[in-house]
């Protein structure tokens, strides 16, 4: 059969079991909540941003304007420029020092300003010159699409068969009088895709026609921006979410930003994630410490009842009652009913031990009532004996031992045949081997009742003496029990102080000189002064009767 | 301004000393004259009402009347003539050149006096004349000498807003209207001539016109001006 599983185990799985199961609910909702909630947050932050990008470009854009209409003032550019234009009207040729003029001051202009090229724009809408690194893209004489008339700056994108270019324009004017116009292009290429992206940390896609002309994002993305013709919200291209802005759209141009909600997202619902994750590992913890002082809560004090119930069985100390643990009703009822089973099995123990020893006491009676004269010498002997044994300061549990080993002592003469024992004159040297056979005898019947087994010694070796001359082994001193030697001494005693067939009864003074005179060959020493010490009053005794009056007194 | 009483005494002298040249040529014959006005056009940009519903055609502003005296009527194809020397100025005042254009004959000198309390400075990049008068202040005044025919655009280096236009001629047919827009050119000699109206923002128009001795060829010319913005 499988062990049952530990208490400790038991309650600390159903405990840990409950509050996982609650923890990783709990889990599961707030990670989706807080998916959705890091979602919307990130799409608002995105919009914000890109408005705060879209508001910073126009200011920039507006500044580039300004800064235009400043470059617009130079004065030999202006100068050189109408008076190219006027002296052409008026003689039919041209100066082209004048146009050298322009370009030189065209080219420094451009080294002031970041754009691609720096161009003079005739009034008529051809380039007149060009400077800056994209000024070979510039062909004077070439026809650029800018605005004609008001305002006096502008912005506009100029597509060239060379490549698309943002510009800002600013009129080249005398009072009323447009003489041309001086514009700043910067080229729509990955570079200024780049510094676009850069600038609003978003991706940016140029197109010009619906042609993508440059990216900065995966090129399926710009694809499926294009064919959506989205210009602002947000959309799914490739195969994620985009916030997208418009930030130019000018004739064939357009600038888009565009922003990844779910890159965005991911991140913060990463960090999110992970700090409910924390939290959750945290719970797991405490639930797992929580359910462990539960579980040993409930199962300590039953495993301290337990040992102490496994300590006392070892000891064999039934008597003792269990100490109430006080952790739990429960526990307690279950230890005083513990207890009360406990005492009432010792009652029923001392019950069957008190008739047994009865049955004992009536069996040594009924053996000492074969011969009448040693009716009550069983009982005499026992008497003595724990007199004796109080003297030797011995325990109640000796004490015990001592009055029921006493009472059986003769027990073996069962088997002694009558004759033997009721003769009146001397005995055979084989009839007294006969009687010399009565301790093994006696030893032989106890061990059938594991009860008495305390009693055997008493029984086996009451007929053993100090100077090794006793029977059935002829041990000597100490390796004789204390118990049969005091038994030994009290059965001598008696056996003086009654009458037999043969003679009287001998007085009690002339027993105990006889015991003091064999003390140390034939008595233990220890045991007949300890016969003298409790009988102190005794030597008036003459009547046995009377001793044995005495004896019964003291039971 | 420019055809003052004495400026007429000299025309006279002039057009005497064109007599005598005529006189030697062997179609010799009186000189004629060549007369007209010159007006500032309807835009020629100006939108008109097209919506059937629209009852408020946008009115079209005529330019100011005094931009006619931004006008140079000149014989294009004169033969080069000897004609005296003049003066003329043009004033530097309210961050403006005034008259924005001036018309001379060769060798005359133009002064540039500065009526503003700030530095102007005047220059030129035309093949004609390149000079820079340098920076001068209010009350101050500095004269240029124009020795060959041609236009010579003038400008302030400090304020590149100011421009303004002097045109030299080598022949003394040449005239800027009244505030009218009245023109004439005298003694011109007979034949057929070109004349052309040089406005410096609205452009030029020519025309062809013959010129009898003795009377009065009339010429009237109607140059656009853009649409107001």
């Known amino acids: 059969m499988r062990t049952p599983p530990r208490l400790l185990a038991r309650t600390l799985t159903v405990t840990f079991a409950t509050v996982a199961v609650i923890l990783t609910i709990a889990f599961i909702v707030i990670t989706l909540d807080v998916r959705d909630r890091v979602r919307a947050a990130e799409t608002d932050k995105l919009r914000v941003s890109e408005s705060v990008f879209t508001a910073l470009e126009a200011k920039r854009q507006q500044d580039q304007m300004a800064a235009m209409a400043t470059l617009a003032e130079n004065p030999t550019l202006k100068a050189a420029l109408d008076t190219y234009f006027t002296e052409r009207r008026f003689s039919g040729s041209s100066d082209e020092q004048l146009r050298a003029t322009v370009t030189g001051e065209a080219s420094k202009l451009a080294a002031q300003t970041p754009a691609d090229v720096l161009a003079v724009i005739e009034a008529d809408g051809r380039i007149f010159t060009s400077a800056g690194p994209s000024a070979s893209q510039w062909v004077s004489g070439e026809t650029v699409d800018i605005p004609r008339g008001a305002p006096a700056t502008f912005q506009s994108v100029a597509v060239l068969p060379t ?277 093994a005898l006696g030893a032989r019947i106890l061990r059938q009742v594991p009860f008495l087994a305390p009693h055997l010694p008493i029984v086996e070796l009451h007929h053993e003496r100090p100077d090794g001359r006793g029977y059935p082994f002829g041990l000597r001193a100490d390796a004789i029990p204390l118990d049969a030697r005091i038994v030994h001494v009290a059965d001598a005693f008696d056996a003086m102080t009654s009458a037999r067939a043969y003679r009287a009864a001998l007085p009690v003074s002339v027993a105990f000189a006889e015991l003091e005179r064999f003390s140390g060959t034939q008595f233990d020493p220890a045991c007949v002064e300890a016969l003298l010490a409790a009988m102190p009053s005794s030597h008036d005794i003459e009547e046995p009767a009377l001793a044995q009056l005495l004896a019964r007194q003291m039971v | 301004m420019i055809f003052s009483a004495r ?137 240029e000498r124009f020795d060959k025919p041609g236009v010579v655009k003038v400008f302030c280096q400090i304020h590149s807003h100011m421009s303004a236009t002097v045109m030299v001629f080598d022949h003394p047919w040449f005239a800027i209207p009244d505030e009218g827009g009245m023109f004439e050119l005298s003694g011109v000699p007979p034949g057929m001539h070109q004349v052309t109206a040089f406005h410096e923002r609205l452009g030029d128009t020519t025309q062809q016109i013959r010129v009898e001795g003795g009377r009065a060829a009339s010429v009237d010319f109607v140059l656009p001006v853009p649409a107001q913005p």
Do not use: C, W
Request: net charge positive; glycine share 8%.
């Open chain 1, 163 to 439: 490549g698309a270019f943002r510009v800002t324009g600013a009129r080249l004017t005398f009072g009323e009088r447009v003489i041309g116009t001086l514009v700043a292009g910067t080229s729509l290429d990955a570079n200024y895709a780049q510094e676009l992206s850069n600038l609003s940390t978003a991706g940016v896609i140029i197109t010009v026609n619906t042609s993508v002309v440059a990216r900065t994002v995966p090129e399926s993305v710009a694809r499926d921006l294009v064919a959506s013709k989205l210009t602002a919200g947000t959309a799914t291209l490739g195969d994620e979410e985009y916030a997208i802005r418009t930030i130019l759209a000018s004739g064939p141009a357009r600038i888009y930003t565009l922003t990844s909600i779910d890159a965005a997202a991911r991140n913060a619902t990463r960090d999110a994630l992970v700090a409910v994750g924390l939290i959750a590992l945290g719970s797991f913890i405490l639930a797992a410490i929580g359910s462990f002082i539960l579980a040993r809560l409930v199962s300590e004090p039953i495993n301290r009842v337990s040992s102490e119930i496994a300590t006392m069985t070892g000891a064999r100390e039934f008597g003792r009652t269990l100490a109430l643990t006080g952790s739990s009703r429960e526990l307690d009822a279950l230890t005083v009913a513990f207890n009360d089973l406990m005492r009432g099995l010792s009652a029923a123990e001392a019950e069957t031990r008190s008739a047994y020893i009865g049955a004992i006491r009536a069996l040594a009676a009924a053996l000492d009532a074969r011969d009448p004269y040693t009716a009550g010498h069983s009982e005499r002997v026992s008497t003595l004996s724990v007199m004796m044994g109080r003297m030797m300061n011995l325990d109640s549990k000796g004490l015990d031992v001592l009055r029921l080993g006493a009472l059986l002592h003769d027990i073996g003469k069962i088997g002694v045949a009558d004759e033997i024992l009721r003769k009146n004159g001397p005995l055979t040297a084989e009839e007294y081997e006969q009687i010399k056979r009565h301790p």
């Open chain 2, 7 to 143: 400026n007429t005494v000299l025309f006279a002298v002039a057009v005497a000393g064109l007599a005598v040249m005529i006189d030697t040529e062997p179609s010799a014959q009186q000189p004629g004259s060549v007369r007209g006005r010159v007006s500032i056009g309807i835009p020629i940009t100006a939108k008109r009402g097209t919506s059937t519903y629209s009852r408020s055609v946008p009115t079209v502003a005529l330019a100011p009347e005094s931009e006619v005296r931004h006008v140079v009527v000149y014989v294009k194809d004169a033969p080069r003539t000897a004609a005296p020397p003049m003066r003329a100025e043009i004033r530097q005042r309210n961050e403006n050149f005034v008259p924005r254009i001036v018309a001379v004959t060769v060798g005359s000198t133009v002064d540039f006096p500065n009526d503003d309390p700030i530095y102007h400075n005047v220059f030129s990049l035309s093949r004609t004349k390149t000079f820079d008068l340098g920076r001068f202040p209010q009350g101050r005044s500095r004269g």
